[in-house]
């Protein structure tokens, strides 16, 4: 069974910083693509980044592109999103999600995924 633990969140000024972090417990770290999807309160659940299983590429939704970075550190089986120049609108939970099987499916898409962590906060406010 595979379980992701996210931590990392917290509240933050606007232009502020975070780093979430995301453990892996899976048997092979490395056969996952994995993803960070956020959700606000009345909002479906936003696919904003993914880093790919086969070569490592990255993808970002263009709300967080220059801004937001993944990252993958195979030897921790931890998975990170660094969060700069943070915004009000960036107010959110934080969900860390892997794929196990490709599905043809956007990466943007929860149907994606095969796991999911149980969410972190991210508040930015003055």
């Known amino acids: 069974q595979v379980q992701l633990v996210e931590s990392g969140g917290g509240s933050v000024q606007p232009g502020g910083s975070l780093r979430l972090s995301c453990v892996v417990s899976?048997?092979?770290?490395?056969?996952?693509?994995f993803g960070w999807f956020r959700q606000a309160p009345g909002q479906e659940r936003e696919g904003i980044s993914t880093?790919?299983?086969?070569?490592?590429?990255?993808y970002y939704t263009d709300s967080v592109k220059g801004r937001f970075t993944i990252s993958k550190d195979n030897a921790k089986s931890t998975v990170y999103l660094q969060m700069n120049s943070l915004k009000p609108e960036d107010t959110a939970t934080y969900f860390c999600?892997?794929?196990?099987?490709?599905?043809?499916?956007?990466?943007?898409?929860?149907?994606?995924?095969?796991?999911w962590g149980q969410g972190t906060q991210v508040t930015v406010s003055s």
């Open positions: 999600a892997a794929s196990e099987i490709p599905r043809g499916v956007s990466w943007r898409s929860p149907h994606a995924y095969d796991y």
């Open positions: 899976a048997a092979t770290f490395e056969r996952y693509t």
């Open positions: 880093i790919a299983r086969s070569d490592g590429k990255t």
